[in-house]
Structures are given as C-alpha cells and as structure tokens.
C-alpha cells in the first residue's frame, strides 16, 4: 500500500504536461494555464503620480513659508505642463501626475485655502510624500508570472494593466468522467428500494470544469465489462483524462480494474488513506485514468488529494501543495493510527483561536459531512486519537470544492 504522498509524488513523476498552445484574448484568459512566463515591458507606475487628492510642491519650500500660491492644476489623464516655481504649488488630484518641478504632496483635507489661490498647509511634510515612484510596482523585464500559472480574475487585471491584450495559453485539459454501477440511476427518475441516485458524476463533473477542465461527460455505465471497455475507448478517444467512480475494489461486480488491465496499463492501486484506499492510476493508450471508490466521501476526498494534482500537472500548471492551518481539535476526534484520514471539519475562529470540531458521522458514504463540513482535518497515517486542545492540521475547502 502506497502513502498519499508516494502516490502523488509517482504520478507527478510519471505524468508529462500537455504542450499545445494558443493565444487567447483577456476576456476569455480566466483559469487558463500560462504557456510562457510572463515578463513586463512596461514600468508600472509608469509615471510618478499622487497617491492622494491635494496639493503638490517643492518640500524646501514650506520651511521659508507654509503657504503657497496655487498655480494650476495636475489631474489624471491631464498633466500640468508649466514650472511650479519657489513658493507656489498646484491642485493635483489621485492618479495625476506629478511635474518633476515638485516633490511632496500634501492632502487637501490638512490644508486651507486663505484667500483664493493661496493655500495654507497645516500639517508637516515629509520630501516625497504621497507619490507614488516611476517603477516602484514593476521594472520592465520584471517577471510577473512563470510558466505554468493558472490564471486568476486577479491575474487577467495585472495582464490588463501591463497593456497585453493576448496571452499565450495551454489548451484546455479534456476530462471524461463517468460513473460505473448497477444500483445506480439518474435523479428525476422513480426509484426500486435497491437503487440509488447517482450523485457523484455531479459532484467530478462541477469540481473538475471550476478547476479550468473541459468535461466530457459519459454517463451511468452498468456493471458490465463489455460495455465499461466500450466506455474506455471512447473515453480515451475523447479526452486526455478519464475519471471514473465505483468498481475499483475487490467486490464481485468490480470489473474496472479487470477491463484496464485487459485494454491499458494499471500504474497503482491502494493508497493508505481515509477515506479512499482504492484508487486506480493507470494509462489507456496517451490517456490518463483515474479510478475512484464509489462512496461519495471517498470519490470526493481521493478526486481531491490524489487525482486533482496529477490532472493539474497534466494540464501544465505547476504543482502548488493544498494550503493547510494549524487548528486546534474543539473535542476529541476518533482516529486509529494505520491510514491517514482527511476527516470532514467544522472550523471555526474562537476566543482568539482557530478550533476545529467533527462535522459529524464520518461514513464515507455520507455526503453530508461534506455538506456540512467547511474543511479536512488532515490527521497523518501514524496519529492515533485526538485529545481537545491538541493542535491539528486543517485544509479549508472553498473553490473548487465548495
Ligand atoms: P463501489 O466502489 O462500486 O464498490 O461502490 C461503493 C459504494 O458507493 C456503494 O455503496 C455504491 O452504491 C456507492 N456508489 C458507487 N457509485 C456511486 C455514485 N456514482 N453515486 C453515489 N454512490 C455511489
Ligand atoms: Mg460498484
């Protein structure tokens, strides 16, 4: 049995990132992967400008008189053009820029105006204040973006402001995802006592295209191994990624292994983890596969913790371990040391403390821990029970989960 980390590590090894391009307009850049770094050609500022509405003047000048005569006006988009002489100052708004003629910018709300155009500063100055410099963000050649990053609405902004209009993206990663069962049907439909709604091809197919992957979806496919083949080859035709739910342990109708085995390579199969433990990582002709238990929780946590970083690699964007926090355990939690578990929390911020309690029964069939949970209590493969008051590690879950 491999550790979580064995296993993420041996795909991320095994797996080379995909390599086609295009270039793509800002609009539609979002959660796509960078192909190249991104360096800047322009300074950001790319002029020096007042960080504030007020006035702007030459600092040597207040300590002869602390008013000065208003001159013109600086506003954004439309410079003052003249000198600002000895004993002067101009109005200049936030944004505009500042003459080279002077240096400081007081605000306009520690000044008076004491007759018209002339104008009292009533606070003290420090040289330089409130401009903002030349460069002072970014320098032209800076690097602002590796290769391999998955571009945010943030990052369309900073691409934004840097004036480039088209970036050059990695394709779209294809994903196919389907669910294998015979017990299984769609909601909407009438349901035998001994049948149950499919839920998670609906939980991969949303968590897999908010991680930025098209999603080719193929359905309920039952417990049958021609048909699973079939679904195989078609999965594999379609896309660069299967990821399929239930079949992969060791019960009588779990032929998905039997059917890779027979059609492709399995690279490995049994992770010490919980909820999880059989997983499937193997290879249909230049296709990826991931196999997922059947029990939602387990889908859900081993989609997570072991396919989400090898599909990312695979979609070029560079590895980036899950945020974790420290937490400390609310109430006891029930642990027996063997596997490593990524239990459902709640997490909460208390008397000046991040504490984490159990989001409830644990059952990796019950979907309602993750409902109800915001966050995994990571509790490693050796830990044993949890006493209250020890400190845990805890990874929230948001986008693309939640
Ligand atoms: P399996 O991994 O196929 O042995 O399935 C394990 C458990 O998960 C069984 O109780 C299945 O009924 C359940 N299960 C399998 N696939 C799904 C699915 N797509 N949606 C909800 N539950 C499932
Ligand atoms: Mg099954």
Redesign the pocket.
């Given at each position: 049995m491999l550790t979580v980390q064995q296993a993420v590590e041996h795909m991320l090894t095994t797996i080379k990132p995909i390599d086609s391009r295009e270039f793509i307009t800002l609009e539609s850049a979002v959660d796509r992967v960078l192909a190249v770094p991104i360096q800047s050609t322009i300074d950001v500022p790319g002029y020096n400008n007042s960080a504030m509405d007020g006035f702007a003047f030459r600092a040597q000048d207040i300590e002869i008189s602390t008013q000065l005569r208003c001159i013109g006006q600086s506003l954004a988009g439309h410079p003052f053009t003249g000198m600002v002489g000895p004993g002067e100052c101009i109005r200049i708004m936030t944004g505009a820029q500042v003459p080279e003629s002077v240096d400081t910018v007081v605000p306009q709300e520690n000044t008076s105006e004491v007759e018209p155009k002339l104008i009292q500063v009533n606070s003290a100055t420090t040289l330089g204040a409130n401009i903002r410099l030349l460069g002072e963000e970014l320098q032209v050649g800076a690097v602002v973006y590796p290769a391999g990053h998955r571009l945010t609405p943030v990052d369309i902004g900073m691409l934004a402001s840097l004036g480039i209009a088209l970036v050059e993206v990695l394709r779209p990663l294809k994903v196919a995802v389907f669910?294998?069962?015979d017990?299984?049907i769609l909601p909407g439909e009438a349901k035998q006592p001994f049948q149950?709604?499919?839920?998670?091809?609906f939980v991969l197919h949303a968590i897999l295209e908010r991680m930025g992957f098209q999603v080719v979806n193929l359905g309920?496919v039952a417990d049958d191994p021609a048909r699973i083949e079939a679904t195989f080859r078609e999965a594999a035709n379609k896309a660069d990624a299967i990821v399929c739910?239930?079949?992969?342990?060791v019960?009588d109708?779990?032929y998905t292994k039997i059917v890779i085995e027979k059609i492709g390579q399995v690279g490995f199969w049994k992770v010490a983890m919980k909820p999880g433990k059989?997983f499937a990582f193997g290879q249909i002709e230049h296709t990826w596969f991931f196999g997922l238990?059947?029990?939602?929780v387990?889908?859900t946590v081993t989609l997570l913790q072991l396919a989400a970083p090898a599909l990312r690699k695979l979609s070029g964007e560079a590895y980036a371990a899950p945020l974790t926090i420290a937490a400390v355990a609310g109430e006891p939690l029930k642990k027996r040391p063997g596997r490593a578990d990524f239990q459902r929390g709640i997490l909460r911020y208390e008397n000046g403390e991040s504490r984490v309690y159990s989001a409830g029964p644990q059952g990796s069939?019950m979907l309602s821990s993750m409902v109800q949970g915001n966050c995994l209590i990571r509790l490693s493969a050796e830990q044993g029970n949890v006493a209250i008051g020890d400190r845990v590690e805890v990874e929230l879950l948001q986008a693309p989960v939640k």
């Open positions: 669910s294998t069962g017990e299984l149950i709604y499919d839920s998670n091809r309920l739910s239930g079949g992969v342990s019960g109708a779990d059989p238990p059947g029990n939602p387990s889908a069939g």
